[in-house]
């Protein structure tokens, strides 16, 4: 007769995990040594080939009693690891131990964030973080020590208190932010964002049936002030303006503070993607190239990015909790009426999906573990290595820097190199597996990017990814 698997949770959870936890650390570590390097090398077609030999037929007809360590070695063995400081291209951050540490009990109790019978513990912690963190980007005008809103406050909006929502990541949080937009100002709103906004901001006005929006100039990268003074004075309201506090290209800051002026003077809603540079709250150092964030409507926050979570850590701030009111929905089985009036806490108004794992978790625990000051120093070496690498840049005469760091992104090419020398040198060191690199397109020309979000890389690090694409580029 067949043995039932073990568990993760229940009592014998921890130790049916602990030996499977030493296949999978064993599994990692062979994986990464049989990579070499920051990604697998071959391309596309080489890695796929390889991926599928190691991991063979996915569903048996017997289960193979190795599958955890063969699968995990592949997949070591075929990523692309962002904690290889040659690993500059996205906005992929290395994850904390700690967090993925807490990420793996998450997923041994397994909550599920749509009712509180799933998630007793879980949904006050949601409760608990998400108030902390929407004081970090609005402030609290009831003071610190301001007990955080309770699940009744917050689904009915009676409380003052801003708050936020736990999403998959900008995506969700900019949809979530568009809607509660429209729901508050009616279908005919207008969204205006600047020609540097990240794609999911316009999508996002197509998916809740918003007329096409209003693009304003972006000329030096960041919304033109003038030209939006001048949309908001000419296109008919309600209007919603779209800022962006990092941009995916080269990590800029919208003029928040002038954006914020504008919107007042015109009775606009405002809305922050500041899933890139929302990480800067944490510094004492750079917190002041967020002034005018907390002027907002709504922000999206990104703890995958510069909060070193695993994926996935979005979300959506909220100033005014009352706008929440919309995202109210009614399930008998989750949230009936009689249970919620005797107490029992009602959790679908927090987030459009209904089963929502507790990636709350990994977030509080990694707040609580560094606190402001641990994070904000981490913030700060990611963005003292972007400064060292783009002098490193400019004072080498084989390559040419589009502008010092904002935060974290630096952008170069070698001179004198065209555009197809520039993309053909990315896919080279790609291919070969030894550095992973991005790119973007400003000013009609093509630019290497370096998102550098590790804070373990060393100035030894950079320079040698600067001989590595000078050795590699052609001609």
């Not at 904690?83 to 996205?90: E, G, R």
């Not at 689904?155 to 979530?176: D, K, Y």
């Not at 000419?234 to 303006?241: A, D, F, I």
């Not at 914020?260 to 709250?281: F, K, N, S, T």
């Amino acid at each position: 007769m067949r043995t039932s698997p073990s568990l993760a949770s229940g009592p014998e959870g921890p130790a049916a995990l602990r030996p499977l936890l030493d296949t999978v650390l064993d599994a990692l570590s062979e994986g990464a040594g049989a990579r070499g390097g920051p990604l697998p090398r071959g391309g596309p077609k080489a890695v796929a080939a390889r991926l599928r030999d190691a991991v063979g037929d996915v569903l048996p007809a017997d289960g193979d009693p190795n599958a955890l360590h063969t699968v995990v070695h592949a997949l070591a063995e075929t990523a692309a690891d962002p904690a290889a400081p040659l690993c500059t291209a996205h906005l992929h951050c290395p994850p904390l131990a700690l967090a993925a540490a807490a990420d793996l009990a998450a997923s041994a109790l397994n909550p599920s964030l749509d009712s509180w019978d799933q998630a007793p513990g879980a949904s006050e912690l949601e409760t608990l973080v998400t108030a902390a963190l929407a004081r970090e980007v609005f402030g609290s005008g009831e003071g610190e020590d301001a007990p955080p809103p309770t699940h009744a406050a917050l689904t009915t909006g009676v409380t003052a208190a801003p708050t936020a929502l736990i999403t998959t990541g900008g995506t969700e949080s900019n949809q979530l932010a568009l809607l509660l937009a429209r729901e508050a100002h009616g279908a005919g709103l207008r969204l205006v964002h600047g020609a540097n906004a990240h794609h999911s901001v316009p999508r996002a006005a197509w998916l809740v049936g918003l007329a096409e929006p209003a693009v304003v100039p972006a000329p030096a990268g960041v919304l033109d002030v003038a030209a939006l003074d001048e949309a908001l004075t000419e296109l008919p309201g309600p209007h919603l303006v779209a800022a962006t506090a990092g941009t995916t290209d080269a990590g800029l800051i919208d003029p928040l503070p002038e954006i914020a002026a504008l919107c007042a003077a015109h009775g606009a809603r405002l809305h922050v993607d500041a899933a890139y540079g929302g990480g800067l709250l944490f510094s004492d150092r750079h917190r002041s190239r967020l002034s005018g964030l907390d002027a907002a409507d709504t922000v999206t926050l990104d703890l995958h990015k510069l909060g070193w979570q695993p994926v996935a850590a979005g979300l959506l701030a909220v100033r005014d909790p009352g706008d929440l009111a919309v995202l109210h929905h009614r399930a008998d089985y989750l949230n009936a009426d009689d249970d919620t009036e005797a107490g029992l806490p009602d959790l679908l108004g927090r987030s459009l999906r209904t089963s929502r794992r507790p990636d709350v978790v990994k977030i509080a625990v990694t707040l609580k573990a560094l606190g402001r000051s641990g994070l904000g120093g981490l913030v700060e070496q990611v963005c003292d290595r972007a400064r060292e690498f783009a002098a490193l840049v400019h004072g080498h005469p084989g390559f040419e820097l589009y502008d010092p760091p904002t935060i974290s992104t630096v952008l170069f090419r070698p001179a004198h190199a065209d555009d197809d020398a520039v993309a053909a040198v990315r896919r080279t060191l790609l291919t070969d597996g030894r550095a992973v690199l991005g790119r973007a397109r400003i000013d009609g020309r093509l630019w290497l990017k370096t998102t550098l979000l590790n804070p373990h890389t060393r100035p030894d690090d950079l320079a040698a990814l600067l001989n590595l694409v000078e050795g590699n580029t052609p001609g």
